[in-house]
């Protein structure tokens, strides 16, 4: 298929607006529709609120056996579980639908998004959107909120500004391993699932001290799927725990360069993808 | 004897359609071992700091989470299975030809299911198992005869498992959009089933509970065959009780569909 021609060559941040206002749209919708069956709206919230709890429960538990995990404490934990979770939560909520794109490519029905007038990505990211995806934010948040509180921390102005720059970085960060991993379905079909190893399988990993993994484990999260900048990294610093690694500091702040270059990097797979992507002709 | 050969048919034909998903099945393979790394060395940290925890020790919890992963898929833990596929016939109104088929609703779903898990735990339980074997030391049985009781349960896993969803699905026949109550059902589950912990270490009232639900027959019950923890009289007592749970979740499901059957409601035309 040749390369989409845009009819009207528009600048930039016009463009963005516009992808973004498409989202905004087709999510709308979806959230008139989900809110239209209250009932089950109410009890779906708040299955969720209990799903994203689940892994947090099961530190509880471990911290009933022991007071510390790999050198870390529960409050350490918490705040690695409230920003993994954090960040994982709202890019799900921003962009998690795109998963769904191997059954329209197989189906034929993606052909139906590009013909639209809209970005189809931002179609993509926004199709199926429900709003009980805020529950994982939500609940995240109320154990990051206690986890500060517990925190026997010094907040200079370098660890205060890195909490903020987690949240937004690693949510970058995870929309970039999102679309990244579901652009793979424009070669092979159904292997949607290996996209979860790295958001949900990812998450989890974040969720514990990086001294309990393997050292090729930690370094392919640095150097490969850049997981370990989402709060590993950050969080050296923030709670004063030296480096398993022993990566120079400077990887301590890199995040937003990472971020950077992973959404490049998935923004890159995705028009090679849709580049590749052949109609089934129906 | 009919009856039986037809059932049979439509397990294997449950089993074929299932294999022909090559590529979602090496994805899900991948998944369950990615996963299976990652909370094995959480196991292992926390056995380090408390070894012996839950009378497991530490390969026998490393080797916990490699059959709980194996096992994740083949009894449906997260739901789904022979659900997705009742839950399209309510939102269709097919559910009304499956009613008036000369075959039974409930064995023939049955079949599906069983069908579908033969093939999930040759696929989805052997290759993750060689991995969490190449890279840790596990703790898996020489002894035929553990492995034929481990098969066994995980049958009558499956079962059980199956007599839980049938009764969530029911639920569409007064619910036009049971998908609430399959959330909650999927929590319930995942915690009770020992999926995120072995039940042994919940503490108190939970610790006292656990252990007496269904959802222990799921994921802790064949793990501890596995691992030989329960060996003779008690493996033994493991198998009664997952039976006594499968007969009864069967036959409330029967009460059930019959109740639900008398005002069935068909959408569509």
């Known amino acids: 298929m040749a390369e989409p021609v845009l009819l009207v060559r528009e600048s930039l941040p016009r463009r963005v607006w516009w992808a973004l206002r498409c989202w905004w749209l087709i999510a709308g919708m979806w959230t008139k529709a989900a809110l239209s069956y209250r009932a089950s709206f109410a009890l779906l919230l708040l299955a969720s609120l209990a799903v994203s709890s689940l892994d947090f429960v099961v530190i509880l538990l471990m911290f009933q056996h022991t007071d510390q995990l790999g050198g870390w404490a529960l409050p350490d934990l918490a705040f690695l579980y409230g920003t993994s979770t954090f960040c994982l939560g709202a890019a799900n909520m921003l962009v998690g639908s795109i998963d769904a794109l191997g059954d329209r490519v197989r189906a034929g029905t993606l052909d139906t998004v590009l013909i639209r007038p809209a970005p189809a990505l931002a179609q993509l990211c926004a199709e199926r959107f429900s709003p009980r995806r805020v529950a994982r934010p939500i609940q995240s948040v109320l154990v990051l909120g206690w986890a500060l509180q517990r925190l026997p921390v010094q907040w200079t102005a370098s660890r205060l500004l890195l909490v903020p720059v987690i949240l937004v970085c690693g949510t970058a960060i995870f929309c970039a391993v999102f679309v990244g991993f579901a652009s793979l379905q424009f070669w092979w079909g159904q292997v949607g699932e290996i996209q979860n190893s790295f958001t949900y399988g990812g998450a989890t990993l974040l969720h514990y001290p990086p001294t309990i993994f393997a050292k090729e484990l930690v370094a392919g999260a640095v150097f490969g799927v850049p997981l370990a900048f989402v709060n590993w990294l950050p969080a050296l610093h923030i709670l004063g725990h030296p480096d398993p690694l022993g990566l120079p500091t400077a990887f301590q702040y890199a995040s937003p360069v990472a971020a950077v270059l992973a959404c490049a990097a998935a923004g890159l797979v995705w028009r090679r993808g849709l580049r590749a992507y052949r109609g089934t002709g129906s | ?269």
Not at chain 2, 128 to 143: K, N, Q, S
Not at chain 2, 247 to 262: D, I, K, N, P, S
């Open chain 2, 1 to 269: 004897m009919g009856a039986a050969r037809l059932y049979l048919a439509v397990a294997a034909g449950s089993f074929r359609r299932f294999a022909t998903y090559r590529g979602a099945t090496l994805a899900g393979v991948f998944t369950n071992s990615v996963f299976g790394l990652i909370l094995a060395s959480t196991f292992l940290a926390l056995w380090h700091a408390r070894p012996g925890l839950g009378g497991y020790d530490a390969r026998q919890a490393v080797t916990y989470i490699w059959i709980s992963q194996a096992l994740l898929v083949t009894v449906a833990v997260w739901g789904g299975g022979f659900q997705d596929d009742l839950q399209e016939r309510f939102r269709t109104g097919d559910i009304a030809i499956d009613l008036y088929r000369p075959v039974d609703f409930q064995l023939w779903w049955l079949a599906t299911d069983l069908g579908r898990a033969a093939f999930q735990l040759f696929a989805r339980g052997v290759a993750p198992t060689l991995v969490g074997m190449a890279v840790y030391r596990t703790r898996l049985p020489t002894d035929p005869r553990v492995w034929a009781l481990f098969l066994l349960s995980v049958t009558l896993a499956v079962v059980v498992s199956f007599g839980l969803r049938f009764l969530v699905s029911l639920t569409g026949f007064w619910l036009h959009d049971s998908d609430g109550i399959r959330s909650l059902a999927l929590v319930v589950s995942m915690f009770f089933s020992g999926m995120l912990l072995p039940i042994t270490l919940f503490p108190g009232l939970l610790g006292a509970v656990a252990p007496v639900l269904p959802w222990a027959a799921l994921i802790q019950l064949p793990a501890d065959i596995l691992l030989e923890r329960r060996t003779g009289g008690a493996a033994a007592a493991a198998l009664g009780f997952q039976l006594g749970w499968a007969v009864a979740l069967l036959l409330l499901g029967r009460l059930v569909q019959g109740l639900a059957t008398r005002k069935v409601v068909v959408q569509g035309g």
